[in-house]
């Protein structure tokens, strides 16, 4: 499998996590020491995975368990050796977020290491 198919795997988990409630697609999303970062209503947002984790699991029941039709759009994907960065397009809460997604290669394979998130409506 190419890297960049590896990578797009890693986003369809990263999206899954929120459209299904998971906490453990978050973590095999996420390395361990990423950060989630970005404004939401004019308000700075930090977050660790953990603390991501647990406010996605919260989310009940899920996009899924409702049945909102799934939006996720890859806008740009580069991969430069061991990292790559992609911009993806998402709904979830009723809001559309632009992200930004940097992604390092690890011994377990691509991991997120930092999004930065923007609301785009």
């Known amino acids: 499998m190419s890297e960049e198919a590896q990578i797009k795997g890693v986003i369809q988990t990263y999206f899954d996590c929120m459209f299904e409630s998971s906490a453990e697609k978050t973590h095999q999303a996420f390395h361990p020491n990423a ?8 308000k700075l947002g930090e977050m660790t995975v953990d603390q991501f984790a647990d406010f996605v699991s919260r989310q009940q029941p899920s996009a899924k368990e409702k049945g909102e039709p799934p939006v996720l759009e890859i806008v740009s994907l580069d991969v430069a050796g061991e990292t790559a960065v992609a911009r993806v397009r998402d709904n979830y809460m009723g809001m559309t977020f632009l992200d ?8 377990e394979g691509w991991r997120i290491y930092n999004k930065l998130y923007h609301v785009e409506s």
Do not use: Q, V
Not at 35 to 42: A, L
Not at 100 to 107: D, I, N, Q, R
């Open 35 to 42: 950060k989630i970062t970005g404004y939401m209503h004019g």
């Open 100 to 107: 930004t997604l940097s992604f390092l290669k690890t011994e």
